[in-house]
């Protein structure tokens, strides 16, 4: 079994669209009571509109741009939530959390070097953004809400502003020739 497979087995079954709706739903009216959520679930809906995107109109520059959104809220993530769930919430959960990442980093360099527009590069790509939905499931379906359960507000307020200047040290970084 592939990397991917094993993250898409790791909840069983695999979300649904509906079951991912609702999360997406429920996570967004929790992010009303807690700000910390709020520039996490609008980068997933950057990521997921960039997948669409690389789909529709196959080029180096449409995965240069979803490959520096997932990776600069990939980093942000792991730098500043995941240890916040390791201490507040579930050193289980932060495991599961970095090996998806990892495993997303490995099929993504393998995307760069497929030919844009290819069968297999197709393939990767509809192969990774099943396991991205099924990760950012987990992560608003169960992983934020407990810890939004868990810790206290102070942490949160750190959380958010920790958060913030993570993501926004790559934001700022050298631009793909698309972004100029
Ligand atoms: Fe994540
Ligand atoms: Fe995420």
Known sequence: MSFLD???A?????A?????????????LLALEEPWIAPIVAQ???IEASFAAARSAPSREGVERLATLLTGHA???EAVLYPDIADESSKTHAGMA?????????????LKDLPAGSEEWHEKLDHIESAVAQHIYQEEGSWMPDLARDMSPERKARLLQRYNEEYGRYDEGPKTPSDV
Do not use: G
């Open 44 to 46: 997933h809906k950057d």
């Open 10 to 14: 790791a909840v069983t079954p695999a």
């Open 98 to 110: 970095y090996e998806e990442h990892a495993m997303t980093k490995i099929q993504l360099a393998k």
């Open 75 to 77: 980093n942000a993530e």
């Open 16 to 28: 649904s669209d509906q079951s991912r709706a609702e999360a997406r739903r429920d996570i967004e």
């Open 6 to 8: 094993r993250i898409a």
